[in-house]
């Protein structure tokens, strides 16, 4: 089994290290696929290597030992149990109704997904910036100058994440910012993260598919359903989409960031 290890817990500095499971280990009981499937993930810090994993294993096995037992067992723990309920009735390929309070939860479960798994490439500079980790702690959900997008996904894993970070220069003024994105699958469901720290440039802007929708600021009541649906391809062209239109409102990847 893959295990991803870190000194210290990524949100507190605490050393009382715990192993969390990626995705919910009460998840692989209830999906249909039982036996040992691919499990990927591309990780692309700009003036890095990607970082890229696919192992056979069982989806939902993965474990990333980045956090301490105080946080895992607390505020963790905390949005783990509620977004379960959620996710019970759309791993069995039931349609949801997401008021605030589900849009609001499932946003937070995938930041803290997200986080949890893009720490295993932390060893010099994490996608995801400190002062996302700091907030969802403190309030147990994203902050508000972050987007979230969920959809239904009936691609061919059960269990993925993918991460790109981008450090950018502004090109009006060349002062450097970061910008980035997560994808994480979950059975049936998909999450979409992305988050900048460049000054008035928003998201708005941005075409999305007719299967995504925006949890994230919420949004009003929606019905979250299995169909229409992406495929792997569509999940991936939707995460670079974004990327790149993004950049072209005004932001471009630096040459080489250490
Ligand atoms: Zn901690």
Redesign the pocket.
């Known amino acids: 089994m893959l295990s991803l290890v870190a000194r210290v817990?990524i949100?507190?500095?605490?050393t009382k290290m715990s192993a969390e499971h990626v995705w919910p280990q009460w998840a692989a009981k209830r999906v249909a696929y039982s036996g040992v499937h691919k499990v990927r993930s591309y990780a692309h810090l700009e003036g890095h290597q990607a970082v890229e994993h696919e192992s056979d294993q069982r989806a939902y096995a993965l474990k990333a030992r980045v956090?301490?037992e105080?946080?895992?067992n607390g505020w963790m723990s905390k949005i783990e149990n509620a977004a379960k309920p959620y996710f019970e009735t759309m791993l069995y390929a039931r349609g949801r109704e997401l008021h605030k309070e589900g849009q609001r939860t499932l946003a937070a479960w995938a930041l803290k997904t997200s986080i949890v798994w893009t720490a295993s490439y932390a060893k010099e500079r994490s996608v995801i910036p400190t002062v996302d980790l700091s907030h969802l702690r403190d309030y147990g959900e994203p902050s508000s100058a972050m987007s979230v997008w969920i959809a239904s996904y009936d691609g061919s894993h059960p269990a993925v994440a993918d991460a790109y970070g981008i450090a950018a220069n502004h090109k009006e003024d060349g002062t450097p910012y970061s910008i980035w994105a997560t994808t994480v699958g979950f059975g049936p469901v998909a999450f979409h993260l992305f988050g900048s720290t460049v000054p008035g440039v928003t998201i708005e802007s941005i075409r999305l598919p007719a299967w995504v929708h925006r949890i994230w600021p919420i949004q009003k009541t929606f019905a979250w359903t299995p169909r229409p649906c992406c495929t792997d391809e569509q999940l991936k062209a939707w995460m670079d989409g974004v990327l790149q239109q993004f950049e072209s409102l005004g932001v471009q990847p630096l040459a080489s960031q250490a």
């Open positions: 817990c949100f507190c500095g605490g956090v301490c105080s946080c895992n």
